[in-house]
Nanobody
Framework: QVQLVESGGGLVQAGGSLRLSCAAS????????MGWFRQAPGKEREFVAA????????SIADSVKGRFTISRDNAKNTVDLQMNSLKPEDTAVYYC?????????????????WGQGTQVTVSS
């Protein structure tokens, strides 16, 4: 069993930055791709960013490209999402997930484990 715990969310003004972190316990993450998704009220869960098991390749959603970056530290079993130049439309609950394999997927259906989510609110 894998437990994922997100942290780092909060309230920030537009243009500000936040760094989200996802920590895993139970089993190592190093063999699996990891992703960040977000869900705003009344909307479906949306892909934000993903990273391969090795960390050698990433995928970033067009809506956040150039502002968000994803990274991982397999020694620490963590995955981070650095969010810069935040906009009010970035407001959502952010979830980290563990993919079923080592390559990147952008569909939530490919993710086997999820954290409980962390709220990010960007004020205008």
């Amino acid at each position: 069993q894998v437990q994922l715990v997100e942290s780092g969310g909060g309230l920030v003004q537009a243009g500000g930055s936040l760094r989200l972190s996802c920590a895993a316990s139970g089993r190592t993450l190093s063999s699996y791709a990891m992703g960040w998704f977000r869900q705003a009220p009344g909307k479906e869960r949306e892909f934000v960013a993903a990273i391969t098991a090795s960390g050698g390749r990433t995928s970033i959603a067009d809506s956040v490209k150039g502002r968000f970056t994803i990274s991982r530290d397999n020694a620490k079993n963590t995955v981070d999402l650095q969010m810069n130049s935040l906009k009010p439309e970035d407001t959502a609950v952010y979830y980290c997930g563990r993919d079923y394999t080592f390559t990147i997927h952008t569909s939530p259906g490919a993710y086997v484990y999820w954290g409980q989510g962390t709220q990010v609110t960007v004020s205008s």
